[in-house]
């Protein structure tokens, strides 16, 4: 049986503007199961961003082939939700207005019974209160849980995230890598989650993919076996920090791994 | 001594007592008013300036002999002049938007479009429109539509611009989001391109209505029997000094007067584009 989501050492060549080319991958090779949490890491322009523009079929990939479900990604598909760095919200649509976009964009028109899902989702990422408030007026952790709901409106299979709490402070930060993982207990779905946080990588997920500097290859796949529920309390555990500091080891020493 | 200064400054506002309350709603008033007691301090150096040093009439008239010109037209006949000069200038205005916008559309969705284009609305632009207008007379004859015509090229330019400017400065994200939906490219135009760049759109609507003033009175240098631009011209070449300043400062009121209108249509229609909330 096929994996769940594959890719199959994939390299990634961009032409620059004067003609030379970057190489931004170099045959990089994972799987990732069904309802598997799991973070990427290392340094930055290393890849992680292309990776994840392969996966939802943004990108197509110079050599190797990218799977989901057991086919080839060749355009981008409605079981692939994605929640950006940035929350990029409209600024002219309130917030139900903005969580139900997707649909509007996508068929022209909104059923009531989306506007009811899309309520569901405010309400679940704790925003019952705010539906119709603009983005100008809500805090930026309140715009990023909107752009979850709003990722999460087409009920995605795939979640993918673009270091998507990198521009919170480091409390509504943590906090929301707690609100994730309760969302993603609730409607389990499989995530690929991108972020510069080693914190943030073990804490969150099953699985942390360690890459090398450009051009960006695999140094390392660490299972994170922590039990879940995870909580605050994990961070004090010990193994956490092992995870950690083999982790950081691992980026700021790649010589070694290799 | 500036530190001195300052520290005084921050005591009195951290305190505020009473007794400073009404010295600082004057302080208000005036910060309000300030535009105003300019130009009020302003038409009272000018007056007396004038009659101290018996300036004459012909070479710079005093706003009081301005006021009494300007009150010796009849009101119809201002009336007439104006309703020249707007309906020329606010059907330019209109045509330029209604060009300008798909023009824009085209070239931010074809890179060939913009190849093209763009440099042939870079040398209309940079043509003097001044030179041009006789021609245009010439060719289209002395109806609104030649007058019209040298208007929309006066004003189109900064429409296209920021229209052009305000597409392009989506966030890339939204793009990738409405890509990433598969939605039709039209969608993608109208339900978020173009909301995008309405803050971009209205400076480039202000400077394109006054520009629009400009053309309508370019056009009355040229050929014209009707008009403000025209009576300022006709009461220059009569010497009547006071009349053609009168003649110029309404001009300058309506000018005024429609940019702060543009302004009011946007606070209305869009108030979400005024205030820039920090996410891009
Ligand atoms: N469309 C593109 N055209 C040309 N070069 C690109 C393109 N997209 C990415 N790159 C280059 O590929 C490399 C990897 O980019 P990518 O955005 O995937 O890095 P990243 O790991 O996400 O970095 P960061 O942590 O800073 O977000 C970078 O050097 C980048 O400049
Ligand atoms: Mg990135």
Redesign the interface.
């Known amino acids: 049986m096929k994996p769940y989501v594959s890719f199959e050492q994939i390299s990634q060549v961009f032409s620059r503007p004067d003609g030379s080319s970057l190489m931004a991958l170099k045959d990089v090779s994972f799987d990732i199961g069904r309802h598997e949490f799991v973070a990427v890491v290392g340094p930055s322009g290393c890849g992680k961003s292309t990776l994840l523009?392969l996966l939802?079929?943004?990108l197509r990939p110079t050599r190797g082939q990218v799977t989901l479900f057991g086919q080839p990604v060749t355009?981008?598909r409605d079981e692939?939700g994605?929640v950006?760095?940035?929350?990029?919200?409209?600024?002219?649509l309130n917030a139900l207005e903005n969580v139900v976009?997707?649909v509007?964009?996508?068929t022209?028109r909104v059923s009531r019974a989306d506007y009811e899902r899309a309520r569901e989702l405010i309400e679940m990422v704790g925003l019952g209160d705010f539906c119709d408030r603009?983005?100008?007026e809500l805090s930026?952790g309140m715009?990023q849980r909107l752009g979850i709901a709003r990722a999460l409106l087409l009920d995605p299979e795939v979640l993918l995230m673009d270091e998507p709490f990198s521009a919170l402070d480091a409390l509504s930060r943590e906090e929301m890598g707690f609100e994730l993982l309760r969302i993603w207990n609730e409607r389990p779905k499989t995530v690929l989650f991108i972020t510069h946080s080693i914190t943030e990588a073990v804490l969150l997920s099953d699985r942390v993919l360690v890459m090398s500097e450009r051009p960006g290859t695999l140094v390392e796949n660490i299972e994170i076996d922590l039990p879940r529920p995870r909580t605050a309390a994990s961070i004090q555990e010990e193994r956490f920090h092992e995870y950690s500091s083999q982790i950081r080891d691992l980026i700021y020493r790649p010589h070694y791994a290799a | 001594m500036n530190t001195q200064v300052k520290s005084e400054t921050l005591s009195t506002d951290r305190t505020m007592p009473p007794e400073h309350s009404l010295r600082s709603s004057v302080a208000l008033l005036l910060s309000r008013q300030a535009p105003l007691l300019t130009l009020l301090s302003f038409l009272l150096a000018w007056e007396f300036g004038c009659r101290l040093g018996a300036v004459p009439e012909y070479l710079l008239p005093a706003p009081s002999v301005i006021l009494a010109a300007f009150t010796d037209v009849e009101a119809v006949r201002w009336l007439g002049h104006l309703w020249s000069t707007l309906r020329v200038a606010l059907l330019g205005f209109l045509i330029s938007i209604a060009v300008s916008l798909p023009l824009a559309v085209g070239m931010v969705r074809s890179r060939y479009l913009s190849r093209t284009l763009y440099p042939a609305l870079v040398v209309i632009q940079s043509t003097p429109i001044v030179a041009v207008a006789p021609l245009i007379i010439v060719i289209l004859g002395t109806g609104d539509a030649p007058r019209i015509l040298i208007t929309c090229l006066i004003s189109f330019f900064p429409i296209v611009v920021a229209a052009t400017t305000g597409m392009m400065s989506t966030?890339p994200?939204?793009i990738?989001?409405?890509?990433?939906?598969?939605?039709r490219p039209s969608?993608e135009i109208w339900?978020?391109r173009l909301?995008y760049a309405?803050p971009h759109l209205f400076s480039g609507f202000k400077v394109a209505i006054t520009l629009s003033i400009i053309g309508a009175v370019v056009a009355e240098f040229v050929a014209a029997e009707q008009g403000l631009g025209y009576f300022v011209q006709f009461s220059t070449s009569y010497f009547k000094i006071p009349q053609a300043f009168a003649g110029l400062f309404f001009l300058s009121a309506v000018s005024l007067v429609l940019f702060k209108l543009v302004q009011f249509v946007q606070k209305r229609l869009?108030p979400?584009?005024l205030?820039?909330?920090?996410?891009?």
């Open positions: 523009r939802s079929g943004l355009e981008p692939v994605i950006f760095q940035k929350p990029t919200l409209l600024p002219w976009f997707p509007r964009h996508k022209g603009m983005p100008g930026g715009q | 966030p994200e939204l990738e989001l409405s890509r990433s939906l598969k939605a969608r339900q978020i909301p309405v869009f979400w584009s205030s820039e909330p920090k996410q891009h």
